[in-house]
């Protein structure tokens, strides 16, 4: 239940200007901190990497949004968009709420200097995503994560209340009061990689906006930093999480060797782009060669694709609706990848989509003439931290906020997504609660912590030492997330995933003890408890709900739902 926030009722307060730390250099992470700091108040931003390693960079599609207030048919549209896709599991009242502040945003990000792209008579340029009813994507090219971020960047590089420490990877929140999370947070344990020191990094609150958490399987379209840093300390702190069931896949990713993933923007399917396995490609071609011989127009490759057995969207149906498509497609024929046709367009497509015509020629393939082989891959965290409607932690088994511990982003969960996230939605979304907690905090900024912090590692562990190699336990890791708990999933292979992480987390949390901290190992620990937790909240689903599908929910093939077997 989400509890009603108060940073738009209240006055500000008079206080002291406090420091904020934001850890996460994406969308949400550097647009909460040039609100913050326009406004004052010290903030640094914490990030394991460059600023621009993160998520927000390597999104292509771009940001749905209605920039007229006025039009309420097309925020209505937008909404019931949202929800459809969201099968039932989003918090409506938040929906609304986030697509009504949506030209607001974009107007936000414009000013900091943000280019979207523009028709030729100069106003904005829409496209259209699977699950859109209509274009209401504003887009860069194929690359608004790229541009947003630079923007972003750029702005917060050259404002003196903004500190971006790069290369701090953080390891976990303090608390104000040791192990009563009601009292919330002080601080962050970080791990300076450069002199690789555990550093104190105090603090009047903390901001989570670390990403997700794709690299717990093997094909992913995430960077190498999704490693859910940020959700596994929330949870490590006693703050609340939810809907981690809910993993979404992104149909298509292309299908390489290469060791950087690379995503197929859903846009290239609103444009037309069909998929078609090896079946119905051959079809397709011999009915094109049949066309020809016989004088007449070549037909589109819509009608051979085999997403019509799945629904009658086709290849522009719902995410979760076309990966599962694709998935059982691959299993049925014992495939690795299905073909993404764009040779039938009419479209200038190498200008629409110049990065990634530039990606597929150094596959040796052309955009607008060669099939592309795709494959669905992990690409977004529906669940997260569970916040209120102002971005606020709740602590854990309690309806009550953790004090000065905020989520904005993919590490959030908002009620927003659902059981299944509408293309293009999370850019929005990311905005939209990274100027809320902005705002909350100027109105309400938060009493200076004056408690000492503990050193790290206080609490009685034993001498530390370097840690074994632990390259083996990841790839384990990975191969029984991407073996056991995928796009489908049934209750042996969950239950074969708890037992074997339930060994590992052991194994992990007894090297931890004893070791030197290092991103390796500091990134294990993260990813495994947030396997268990996947695991958890997929063996505790009592029904099929968009990406969360188990074959042992249904009694028959007539798909009737029952509860999942008991441990």
Not at 270 to 277: E, I, R, S, T
Request: charged share 25%; aromatic share 4%; with cysteine.
């Amino acid at each position: 239940m989400v509890k009603k926030g108060k940073a738009e009722a209240e006055p500000r307060e008079e206080k002291a200007l406090a420091h904020i730390a934001i850890i996460g250099s994406g969308i949400a992470g550097l647009f909460a901190a040039s609100k913050l700091a326009e406004a004052g108040h010290n903030v640094s931003v914490i990030t394991k990497q460059r600023p621009k390693d993160s998520s927000t960079n390597w999104a292509q599609g771009g940001i749905a949004a209605i920039l007229d207030k006025t039009n309420q048919e097309g925020m209505e549209a937008h909404v019931q968009d949202t929800l459809r896709s969201g099968d039932g599991g989003c918090d409506e009242t938040v929906v609304r709420s986030i697509i009504s502040e949506a030209g607001d945003r974009i107007r936000d990000l414009i000013q900091i200097g943000v280019e979207f792209e523009k028709t030729s008579d100069g106003s904005y340029s829409f496209i259209r995503e699977g699950g859109h009813s209509s274009k209401r994507i504003l887009h860069a090219k194929d690359a608004t994560g790229k541009e947003i971020e630079r923007a972003l960047t750029a702005f917060a590089r050259q404002h003196p209340n903004i500190t971006l420490r790069p290369n701090t990877l953080a390891i976990d929140l303090i608390q104000r009061q040791h192990g009563n999370p009601e009292m919330g947070v002080a601080g962050v344990w970080c791990l300076d990689q450069e002199t690789q020191n555990v550093v104190n990094i105090e603090a009047d609150a903390i901001v989570l906006a670390t990403g997700g958490v794709g690299r717990l399987w093997k094909e992913t379209t995430n960077p190498d930093v999704a490693t859910g840093d940020g959700l596994a300390m929330a949870y490590r702190t006693g703050a609340s999480v939810d809907h981690l069931a809910f993993i979404q896949f992104h149909p298509t990713a292309l299908a390489t060797e290469a060791e950087r993933p690379f995503l197929v923007s859903e846009a290239v399917r609103g444009v037309g782009a069909v998929l078609l396995d090896e079946e119905g490609l051959t079809s397709w071609n011999k009915a094109c060669e049949s066309a020809r011989e016989e004088g007449e127009i070549a037909p589109a490759p819509g009608p051979f694709s085999f997403t019509l057995k799945y629904t009658p969207e086709g290849s522009m149906a719902t995410r979760d609706i076309v990966a599962r498509a694709i998935d059982q497609q691959m299993k049925k024929h014992g495939t690795n990848h299905v073909y993404l046709i764009t040779s039938h367009l009419d479209e200038p497509l190498s200008e629409k989509f110049p990065n990634i015509a530039r990606r597929l020629a150094e596959e040796g393939l052309r955009l607008g003439e060669d099939p592309i082989p795709v494959v669905p891959a992990a690409h977004y965290m529906v669940g997260g931290v569970r916040v209120d409607d102002i971005g606020r932690a709740f602590v854990r088994e309690r309806d009550e906020i953790m004090p000065h511990l905020y989520a904005i982003g993919e590490v959030a969960s908002t009620g927003m997504h659902g059981a299944n996230r509408l293309a293009s939605n999370s850019l929005l979304e990311a905005v939209v609660f990274a100027e809320r907690v902005a705002q909350h905090l100027i109105q309400h900024p938060p009493p200076p912590y004056t408690g000492t912090h503990p050193s790290w590692r206080a609490d009685g562990l034993g001498a530390l030492k370097e840690h074994a190699p632990i390259i083996h336990d990841r790839t384990s890791l990975v191969r029984t997330m991407s073996e056991e708990v995928g796009i489908v999933r049934s209750n042996q292979r969950l239950k074969r995933a708890k037992r074997r992480l339930d060994l590992l987390q052991k194994e992990v949390d007894m090297m931890w003890k004893g070791s030197l901290p290092t991103r390796e190992i500091v990134e294990l620990r993260n990813l495994c408890l947030i396997g268990q937790l996947v695991v958890h909240d997929a063996l505790g689903q009592t029904e099929n709900k968009g990406l969360h599908y188990n074959v042992d929910l249904f009694k028959d093939d007539t798909h009737e739902q029952v509860k999942p077997a008991s441990d």
